[in-house]
């Protein structure tokens, strides 16, 4: 070891790399001198960092082959007793304070000695009696931290009134007078409430690993519920599909007879306007030979001998704009096809009562004494509308409370089972607003809707052409839903209700018919 201590650099600590002699006699790796001195090139004064003896100029360095030979034939030497390079200390372990040269990782601390040991340094304290009394610890980096920085003595107390560490100088001093305990004592103390800490973290971490399996459990069935939407989804546009492509040929065939119609009107209008013309073609050229007779008696007789253009049979035909194939967009559009409908007294429920000259109905906790009347709905809290709807026919309700259907439905529609409820037959088609969701319904199908916050809803009927569509009123008119069919009989309006205080009001509408 003494010639290893020789032949290492004082600035590396490590055996010599390349090594040259300074003039002073000292030796150095080439490189760790030669770094030393370029720290001191502005003073342009070279010193030795053992002896501090100064050089002017800077030397010239030449390997010293002596020593060079010297730290090769101990390399070899060693080899075998070398410890392993996993055994040194690097940049992220404590080394031993007592190695020399390079240094070999630290094992433990000693808090009195306030040193760091490798195995072989540790092994005083573990032989000589004097070391019985040192406190061992796990090598660490921080054992100055142990040092009171006022008195330069480890800390072996603890201030329970300043909650800190402090050394027995301190409690004679700036401490005196407070609940002073020995470290130990406040390490035994603290350690205990450590250890009720542990057990609420424990007992958290316990409860957390049960929130986990919870949430994991409700992600799981969020997965099936949404599998179970996505399947029912495929089904159901599976069946609207069939049902559009079922309809498509009905539907083209029934605007080809409209069209049909349309235009057979439109050339019986025109053959009678091409008649009238050609009738005012003979009068004005009647007129026009008139006018050029020289006879005066003849030109008063003929003339008082003409009938008043008055008396065209053709006089009263009139031109409309044909808009067979539109739908009305604008609220002023709907309006102009606006239709005063009334709740018919001997339709409702028991549940609902009417009120507002039969333009309003409310359901009510207490059934109404109603009388019996075939008409009246016995097992479904809905009502229909006096009037039959025909034609082009425009309305809007306004609802209030949890849900409500809003419908058209045949007269003949059951009265007396479950069957008859809007929208779950053939005879009947229903718009639900649910609150929070909606959908459509006719025999039995659903059609989900997107979801719209409002509480007035407009129907627009075109009954010859097989046209029914929903809207959400408000500034602007918004489709909800659009059917397209063919109606076989004249239409009711419906109002379905669901729970007490849902109540549904007809809107009185002012016409915009020019």
């Known amino acids: 070891m003494a010639q290893q201590e020789i032949i290492c650099c004082s600035i590396c600590l490590d055996l010599l790399k390349e090594p040259v002699t300074v003039p002073c006699g000292h030796s150095y790796c080439m490189r760790c001198i030669e770094n030393f001195w370029d ?17 002017t100029p800077r030397p010239v360095l030449g390997k010293n082959t002596t020593l060079a030979d010297l730290v090769e034939k101990l390399k070899n030497m060693d ?6 390079d996993r055994c040194y200390a690097g940049p992220a372990d404590v080394g031993c304070d007592s190695c020399t040269g390079r240094k070999l990782k630290a094992i433990r601390s000693c808090l009195v000695c306030q040193v760091s040991y490798c195995e072989k340094h540790l092994q005083p304290h573990y032989n000589s009696p004097g070391f019985k009394d040192h406190k061992l610890v796990d090598a660490s980096k921080k054992l100055q931290d142990n040092i009171c920085s006022n008195h330069d003595e480890v800390m072996k107390m603890f201030c329970r009134t300043d909650q800190q560490c402090i050394c027995y100088l301190c409690s004679v001093d700036e401490h005196k007078g407070h609940d002073i305990v020995s470290a130990a004592a406040a390490r035994t103390e603290m350690q205990r409430e450590l250890g009720e800490s542990q057990q609420k973290v424990q007992q958290k971490i316990q409860d957390r690993k049960k929130d986990v399996t919870v949430l994991q459990q409700e992600v799981e069935a969020i997965d099936r519920s949404a599998d179970e939407a996505v399947r029912d989804s495929e089904q159901l546009f599976t069946q609207l599909i069939h049902v559009i492509e079922k309809r498509r040929p009905e539907m ?3 605007i080809r007879s409209k069209q049909k119609a349309e235009v057979n009107r439109a050339e019986e209008l025109q053959e009678k306007l091409e008649q009238e013309i050609a009738e005012l073609s003979r009068r004005d050229a009647e007129l026009q030979q008139l006018s050029t007779m020289e006879d005066n008696a003849q030109f008063l007789s003929n003339y008082l001998s003409l009938p008043h253009l008055s008396e065209s049979s053709h006089s009263d035909i009139k031109i409309y704009p044909v808009r067979n194939f539109e739908e009305p967009e604008t609220r002023a559009d709907f309006l102009r096809y606006s239709h005063e409908i009334t709740m018919d007294p001997n339709t409702p429920h028991a549940r609902l009562s009417l009120s507002r000259k039969n333009t309003q109905v409310k359901f009510l906790k207490e059934k109404m004494s109603y009388s019996s009347h075939p008409d009246r709905f016995t097992s479904i809290c809905q009502v229909l509308s006096t009037e039959s709807l025909t034609g082009r026919c425009y309305w809007e309700v306004e609802w209030s409370g949890s849900s409500v259907g ?24 229903s718009l639900y607003d649910y609150g929070q969701s909606c959908q459509f319904r006719h025999n039995l199908i659903s059609t989900p809707l997107s979801f719209f916050e409002s509480y007035k809803i407009g129907v627009y009927l075109d009954h010859s052409a097989g046209l029914l569509s929903f809207y959400s009123v ?11 069919t063919t109606f076989t009989q004249p239409l009711y309006a419906g109002f379905w209700l669901k729970s007490f205080g849902d109540t549904v009001k007809l809107r009185r509408l002012e016409s915009s018919k020019g």
């Not at 809003?406 to 088609?429: E, L």
Request: overall charge negative; some cysteine; proline content about 3%.
């Open 406 to 429: 809003v419908a058209v439905a045949y007269k003949d529609i059951d009265r007396t089972s479950q069957g008859g409820q809007f929208g779950y037959n053939k005879k009947s088609w």
């Open 79 to 84: 080899l075998q007793a070398a410890p392993d």
């Open 252 to 254: 083209m065939q029934q």
């Open 39 to 55: 720290g001191e090139d502005e003073k342009e004064i070279y010193s030795c960092p053992q002896c501090r003896q100064t050089f």
């Open 474 to 484: 408000s500034e602007t008119m918004t489709l909800l839903h659009r059917v397209q």
